[in-house]
Nanobody
Framework: QVQLVESGGGLVQAGGSLRLSCAAS????????MGWFRQTAGKEREFVAA?????????WYSDSVKGRFTISRDNAKNTVYLQMNSLKPEDTAVYLC????????????????WGQGTQVTVSS
């Protein structure tokens, strides 16, 4: 059984920062890319960032968050983080972490396990 649990969301003013965490349990994640997506009501899940888990870390970011968000991981804790700086009201969404299966890294359908999400609200 694979479980992903997000935490760290909340309410923050524009320009502020938050750090999201995604704790993974169950099968080992050492060979999987992990990603963060976000979703607002009535819209499809939007790719935010992804990181390779094994040696030689590679990262991917959407253009909308590049330079403001940083994805990282702690292998010993089986945890992935998303540091979000210079937050904007348009960053308001439910943020979900996921484990990638087969397919394109930035496509939601490529991910086979998902957490429940954590709400991030950025006030103007």
């Amino acid at each position: 059984q694979v479980q992903l649990v997000e935490s760290g969301g909340g309410l923050v003013q524009a320009g502020g920062s938050l750090r999201l965490s995604c704790a993974a349990s169950g099968r080992t994640f050492s060979n999987y890319i992990m990603g963060w997506f976000r979703q607002t009501a009535g819209k499809e899940r939007e790719f935010v960032a992804a990181i390779s888990w094994s040696s030689g870390t590679s990262t991917w970011y959407s253009d909308s968050v590049k330079g403001r968000f940083t994805i990282s991981r702690d292998n010993a804790k089986n945890t992935v983080y998303l540091q979000m700086n210079s937050l904007k009201p348009e960053d308001t969404a439910v943020y979900l972490c996921a484990r990638k299966g087969l397919g394109d890294t930035i496509i939601a359908s490529s991910y086979d396990y998902w957490g429940q999400g954590t709400q991030v609200t950025v006030s103007s």
